[in-house]
């Protein structure tokens, strides 16, 4: 099956710093990536869709000047975490979608654990 | 999106059959359904998906009812590496994000 990767798996970083996660869709082209939040004991929740060329489109709630997302190729979408807070700890799961509309079948990255002291 | 409602938790015993079952009695015509599930720390991973008909692959069954409102994956022969939460989902093929519910939380046990 399709495999979408993700990195790093896990970071640690002080209150203030930038964070940049990326999304890599291995064996397909993905024109849509979905970046989710996932805290502890409750399901995900979507961040923002990231279309290939395009700018993002983010959630309700969202800071799209504190969530940066680059969706520049259709292999690889980034989200960073700009002057990040310790509320922004959280486990981040991207997922990309495979074209083909009628299976419309997403395929999700491992997460990235992110602490912020 | 239709409604899905699913158990919060299930046990299953090792090696036994995992029927976790998924009601949806809102689903409309054009709406599949969808079972991904999410192992502990890791990202959800897709499993199997049908619109009508029963459906198999390598990792589940999924059988659908004829009024199409509800359904149950079935883990043919459950092992400790299936304990994770099983979501149900159910929606039109768009494109577009999923919408995670509560899901089942599945515990296989020795």
């Known amino acids: 099956g399709a495999v979408v990767s993700q990195h790093p798996s896990w970071v640690i970083c002080k209150s203030g710093t930038s964070v940049k996660i990326e999304c890599r869709s291995l064996?397909?082209?993905?024109?849509?990536m979905f970046w989710y939040r996932q805290f502890p004991k409750q399901s995900l929740m979507l961040m923002a869709t990231s279309n290939e060329g395009s700018k993002a489109t983010y959630e309700q709630g969202v800071e799209k000047d504190k969530f940066l997302i680059n969706h520049a190729s259709l292999t690889l979408s980034t989200l960073t975490v700009t002057s990040a807070h310790p509320e922004d700890s959280s486990f981040y799961i991207c997922s990309a979608r495979d074209g083909q509309v009628i299976i419309d079948t997403q395929y999700f990255g491992p997460g990235t654990r992110l602490t912020v002291l | 999106d239709a409604k899905t409602t699913q158990p919060t938790s299930m046990d299953c015993a090792e090696g036994r059959a995992a029927n976790l079952p998924c009601n949806h009695s809102t689903i409309s015509g054009n709406e599949y359904v969808y079972w991904y599930r999410q192992i502990h720390s890791q990202g959800p991973q897709y499993i199997i998906h049908?619109?009508?008909n029963n459906e198999t692959n390598e990792m589940a069954s999924l059988i659908i009812t004829e009024d199409r409102k509800s359904s149950t994956l079935i883990l043919p022969h459950a092992t400790l590496r299936d304990t994770a939460v099983y979501y149900c989902?159910?929606?039109?093929?768009?494109?577009?994000?999923?919408?995670f519910g509560g899901g089942t939380r599945l515990m296989v046990k020795p």
């Open positions: 064996d397909f082209q993905a024109t849509t």
């Open positions: 049908g619109l009508k």
């Open positions: 989902i159910v929606r039109v093929p768009s494109g577009n994000m999923l919408t």
